[in-house]
């Protein structure tokens, strides 16, 4: 608990979490694949606008990784990411376009 108070790893992981959603948020403002985003911290997900039983999600998961990025899919058309809460913003970056990058591959199939 000591760390994670000196550190300030609460602090640290509402601040990214928030820097997340927001720029997700503004990519699927024109996205056909994903609908929503939502979270709390630096526990986030995407839903992909497709059905439960679709293997969408799946595949951008794999996409994702190969891309470098680990996620979990969920509930079929749910994307669950769960970083390190010490993350710097840098890292979130990059991670944020390695999003972006994967979906732009499934809004063009």
Request: aromatic share 4%; net charge negative.
């Amino acid at each position: 608990m000591d760390v994670v108070k000196n550190e300030q790893l609460t602090e640290n992981a509402d601040r990214l979490g928030k820097l997340f959603r927001s720029l997700l948020n503004d990519y699927i403002s024109t996205s056909k694949i994903v609908k929503l985003v939502r979270g709390k911290g630096l526990l986030n997900a995407i839903v992909i606008d497709d059905h439960e039983d679709s293997d969408t999600a799946w595949n951008i998961c794999l996409d994702l990784r190969d891309n470098g990025l680990l996620a979990k899919p969920t509930h079929g058309n749910i994307i669950r990411f769960a970083p390190p809460l010490v993350m710097t913003e840098d890292q979130l970056i990059d991670c944020v376009n390695i999003i972006t990058n994967s979906l732009k591959n499934f809004e063009t199939k």
